[in-house]
């Protein structure tokens, strides 16, 4: 053999042996992933709630409660979290501080309000829900003032007032509400309204409210990406600038009988960022800025910026103009 040759073969081998390598690590990095996830998941104590549960009921996985709020209130004294197995239940949920409901499987835990004017989940401090569908209460999810909550995997339908409504907190990362991977949909007024807090919205649908897709109060810092606000009888999203720090990235706001995006002043300065937002068919404006105090147009320059977005077929057009309503 030539030594070109040689030298050939050396490098494809030594190639060769890195690239196992590199698999091999890749690999071995995928599998602690999921293997410190599923322990994760092993090492949590929880108790345990069973729509067919009869007899003897203490919360264990061999002997669960048929309610879930008994099973919280035993977390919450216990320290530990809530696993719900597939069905139907009725009742109104209070979930304490620190605690975690857990469905068994998405769209096979639901939970119906049994009294239609309370909401069907009450959130406090810390807590998180996941794979819940929450449907028929006066909200689908109330989340108390001051408080922390994470909303992962959840439908929530068909409520007479707002899907998620959220009361005012410090605009600070340890009070955010994070919604990730959720449908809200049917709602009687807003998919989501917040007062003023911090909040970080990801890969979510809200469609088919009766009123805004989302609303936020001012003075809010607000996280969007790849999210669709899509048929809803107000706006698809309203945000006011004043004093707020709003970034929507990847989203689409589409077929909204008023605009797709309402921005809102009421005097003063704050910053409105979008990356990559689709306006389409919206019955209005694909973007309507909407003046309720003066608001001059290098106010608007410095506190509304953007880049990459798409638009057509909206009805009165993309932009509107400076509309006055003082």
């Known amino acids: 053999m030539s030594k070109v040759n040689k030298a050939k073969a050396f490098f494809q081998k030594n190639w060769q042996r890195k690239l196992l390598v590199v698999m091999g ?17 092993l090492a949590k104590e929880f108790v345990y709630v069973d729509d067919d549960a009869s007899g003897k009921m203490d919360g264990s996985e061999d002997y669960p409660f048929n309610k879930i709020q008994d099973a919280i209130n035993l977390a919450s004294d216990k320290k530990k979290d809530v696993f719900i197995k597939e069905g139907v239940y009725e009742e109104n949920l209070r979930l304490w501080e620190k605690i975690e409901l857990t469905g068994e499987k998405r769209g096979k835990v639901v939970i119906i309000a049994k009294d239609k004017d309370e ?34 995997k959840c439908d929530i339908i068909q409520n007479k007032e707002d899907g998620i409504k959220a009361h005012a907190a410090k ?3 340890k009070y955010q509400l994070e919604i990730y991977d959720s449908y809200i949909s049917q709602n009687g007024k807003n998919g989501i309204y917040s007062e003023r807090r911090k909040i970080v919205l990801e890969d979510t649908l809200i469609e088919d409210n009766d009123k805004d897709g989302i609303e936020v109060d001012k003075g809010s810092q607000v996280y969007i990406k790849q999210s669709r606000f899509k048929s809803n009888d107000g706006d698809g999203g309203k945000f006011y600038i004043d004093q707020s720090n709003i970034t929507i990235k990847e989203s689409t706001f589409r ?11 009421e005097g003063q300065n704050g910053s409105i960022y979008l990356e990559f937002v689709k306006f389409y068919n919206n019955k209005r404006w ?12 290098i106010n608007w320059r410095s506190s509304f ?4 977005l798409t638009f057509w077929e909206n009805k009165l057009g993309d932009f509107s103009y400076p509309i006055k309503i003082y």
């Open 255 to 265: 077929d909204n009988k008023r605009e797709g995006l309402e921005i809102r002043a």
């Open 119 to 152: 909401p069907v989940i009450t959130m406090y401090n810390d807590s998180e829900i996941h794979k819940l569908t929450l449907m028929k209460g006066k909200y689908g999810v109330r989340v108390k003032g001051g408080s922390a909550v994470k909303i992962s």
């Open 25 to 41: 690590t890749i690999g071995a990095i995928i599998f602690l992933v999921n293997f410190f996830s599923f322990s994760t998941l």
């Open 171 to 173: 605009v600070k990362e």
């Open 305 to 308: 910026s953007f880049q990459g």
């Open 286 to 297: 694909g973007i309507a800025k909407v003046e309720k105090a003066p608001f001059s147009e």
